[in-house]
């Protein structure tokens, strides 16, 4: 499971934003963009001691300032859903590493270069 797709999916729902310098926000996530940013609404801050608060109705959070993220467990069940169907069946024409069929992509094959050395 991957971090975006699980903030994707997260979007509308409550959430626990913990900073590195120990400030809480508990909102409910609008935005994510790929960089983790966040942006939350309806919004309660708390000081890292927890002992001031501030209802915000809107902020932005930096996602480099990001220690961890609560979300929902409901949440976790939805992208284990997705990634579920979202996954390619058996025949998906897709080979693996390397298997590009014929010639190797180094240079020329054994049969090539014997047919450039006889001409």
Request: charged share 20%; proline share 6%.
């Amino acid at each position: 499971m991957l971090p975006l797709s699980l903030l994707n999916t997260a979007q509308g729902h409550p959430m626990l934003v913990e900073l590195k310098n120990g400030e809480t926000f508990n909102g409910h996530l609008v935005n994510c963009d790929n960089w983790m940013n966040l942006t939350l609404r309806e919004v309660i801050q708390t000081s890292p001691e927890g002992d001031r608060f501030w209802r915000l109705p809107e902020c932005y959070i930096r996602g480099n300032t990001i220690k961890y993220l609560r979300v929902p467990d409901e949440i976790m069940e939805m992208v284990k859903e997705d990634t579920l169907r979202q996954r390619p069946g058996p025949s998906s024409g897709n080979r693996g590493r390397g298997s590009r069929g014929g010639n190797t992509g180094r240079g020329l094959s054994f049969s090539s270069l014997i047919f450039f050395l006889l001409n």
